[in-house]
């Protein structure tokens, strides 16, 4: 298969290292209006014109968009005009109305894929296969922390650019169920940008989520914990060989006993071992694979369009 990269900043400098690696990948060729520093090299074509990448469609099988957020809904729409298949960087338009119109207006949205990297996070995916088994019961709440030093943005803010993550892993583990309430504070001090916010998500089954984002802490965070009532998970995605905690404890409530009426359970704290793959290389493999499928299947965008519906909630109440 040939590729279409378009934008090589930051994120996108990580997927083309991947494209590069990637043996089912024959040639790459890269769309940056603001970079001309690539060596030539034979499985890289590189244009700062769009005109001129786009006349190369036919040679192209799959693209990949990297670009600010704001730029995506244009890209969106010429790959899909092409008919073409295309994957999205987080979050995958500006908000939910682009989206809409996305489907409203093209009849191969099925064609859309999404580059939500943590779904292809090896400790996200264990614990999706513990909460399938029930390992750690009832589910009670999530409680996520994403902070650090920036960097800012100028067309999203914190949400989008940190929240966005948890609000699809949400989706994964809870299969798809979206929170009937949201609440959220936010700091926007800075330039008048949202750089601070803590979230609150209520589902109808009771189940709670809290997720915290930053641009302006000394420190960086990435950790979640997911509680049931058997036992805690806890991923700390800074860590290097143990990201994965499984905490043995639990509380549970005694009504028909007058004085201690919360029982305490503390138990052992395992720590599996668990075999890491890069997300990135997972997720291209798997956007090859859904390239080849080509089968009219809408759970993907599905899955874009519940998220985006939350992450509209929230910007409401911003």
Not at 14 to 41: A, M
Not at 295 to 309: D, P, S, Y
Request: net charge positive.
């Amino acid at each position: 298969m040939n590729f279409g990269l378009i934008g090589a900043g930051y994120w996108g400098t990580n997927i083309l290292r991947n494209l590069k690696i990637n043996n089912q990948i024959n040639k790459i060729y890269i769309l940056d209006l603001k970079k001309n520093d690539f060596k030539k090299n034979e499985k890289i074509t590189f244009f700062s014109s769009e005109k001129e990448f786009f006349s190369k469609y036919k040679e192209i099988d799959a693209f990949i968009i990297t670009t600010p957020t704001s730029s995506h809904n244009h890209f969106i729409k010429k790959c899909l005009n092409l008919n073409k298949f295309v994957c999205i960087t987080k979050p995958v338009t500006k908000n939910l109305s682009e989206l809409n119109l996305l489907k409203k207006n093209f009849s191969n949205i099925n064609k859309i894929f999404l580059d939500h990297t943590y779904l292809y996070h090896s400790s996200i995916r264990f614990i999706k296969k513990n909460l399938n088994k029930n390992i750690i019961g009832k589910l009670i709440y999530y409680d996520s922390e994403r902070i650090s030093f920036g960097k800012f943005y100028k067309d999203v803010d914190v949400v989008d650019d940190l929240a966005i993550h948890d609000l699809y892993i949400l989706d994964y583990f809870l299969d798809g169920e979206i929170p009937n309430k949201v609440l959220i504070s936010s700091h926007s001090g800075i330039g008048n940008k949202n750089f601070m916010s803590n979230i609150t998500l209520k589902y109808k089954s009771g189940f709670f989520a809290n997720i915290k984002v930053s641009w302006y802490s000394p420190i960086k965070s990435r950790r979640i914990l997911i509680a049931g009532e058997k036992k805690i998970i806890e991923f700390d995605d800074n860590e290097s060989d143990k990201k994965i905690k499984i905490y043995n404890k639990g509380i549970e409530f005694m009504n028909n006993k007058n004085i201690n009426q919360w029982l305490y359970r503390t138990g052992s704290i395992e720590i599996p071992n668990i075999l890491h793959s890069e997300s990135l290389t997972l997720m291209i493999n798997d956007f090859i694979k859904f390239c080849k499928n080509n089968k009219k299947n809408l759970n993907i965008f599905n899955h874009a369009q519940r998220v985006m519906t939350v992450l509209d909630k929230i910007k409401k109440q911003i």
